[in-house]
């Protein structure tokens, strides 16, 4: 069975750079009809899409983040990170790592883990 | 901007009611329509994607339908495990989301 699991700092000040991990297990970060995505929710909030990518490296950011989101993949680790820049209490949310196909649907997700932006 | 307009955004139910949620989109779309359960605490989990087909292991009182620029999820005999948020969702836009509350 498939399991994805975020790692990284809890709590980050803003201004800075939040950094997260997606360890998967159970199955290839290789394969040609998935793609590795990031999904954030603010507390008490609905869902966003951050960005995704794929294992050859092809990314995509949703465009109110482009900018201050990098989305990288470890294939020899079977791990995927994400990046996002300069960072303000708008940013403090749970952050989830999933896999998605073709047409986003979202199959298998992390089990989140909060951020929060505060000095 | 794409939009994935769900309603009603909370909706209160009894045990055994049948419930629909639906999601408008500001354009007509592909049926890449997907819907999640989420309760608190816990990450979402798959129901329904290409508007109708049943996740694995899914109850089958769930159930999607729609076409164009309107969407629906129906449970029918609405279970106590039922009462969640979902969301509705097409590529990478999420709908608001719907509580589903004890009535």
């Known amino acids: 069975q498939l399991q994805l699991q975020e790692s990284g700092p809890r709590l980050v000040k803003p201004s800075e750079t939040l950094s997260l991990t997606c360890t998967v297990s159970g199955g290839s970060i290789s394969r040609s009809d998935y793609y590795w995505a990031w999904i954030r929710q603010p507390p008490g909030k609905g869902l966003e899409f951050v960005g995704s990518i794929f294992y050859g490296g092809n990314t995509y950011h949703t465009p109110s983040l482009k900018s201050r989101v990098t989305i990288s993949v470890d294939t020899s680790k079977n791990q995927f990170s994400l990046n996002l820049s300069s960072v303000t209490a708008a940013d403090t949310a749970v952050y989830y790592c999933?896999?998605?196909?073709?047409?986003?649907?979202?199959?298998?997700w992390g089990q989140g883990t909060l951020v929060t932006v505060s000095s | 901007d794409f939009q994935m307009t769900q309603s009603p955004s909370t909706l209160s139910a009894s045990v055994g009611d049948r419930v629909t949620i639906t999601c408008r989109a500001s354009?007509?779309?592909?049926?890449?329509v997907a819907w999640y359960q989420q309760k608190p605490g816990r990450a979402p989990k798959l129901l329904i994607y290409k508007v109708s087909n049943l996740e694995s292991g899914v109850p089958s009182r769930f159930s999607g339908s729609g076409s164009g620029t309107e969407f629906t999820l129906t449970i029918n005999s609405l279970q106590p495990d039922d009462f969640a948020t979902y969301y509705c969702?097409?590529?990478?836009?999420f709908g608001q989301g719907t509580k589903v509350e004890i009535k």
């Open positions: 969702q097409q590529y990478m836009t």
């Open positions: 354009e007509s779309i592909n049926n890449w």
């Open positions: 999933a896999r998605r196909d073709d047409f986003s649907i979202i199959d298998f």
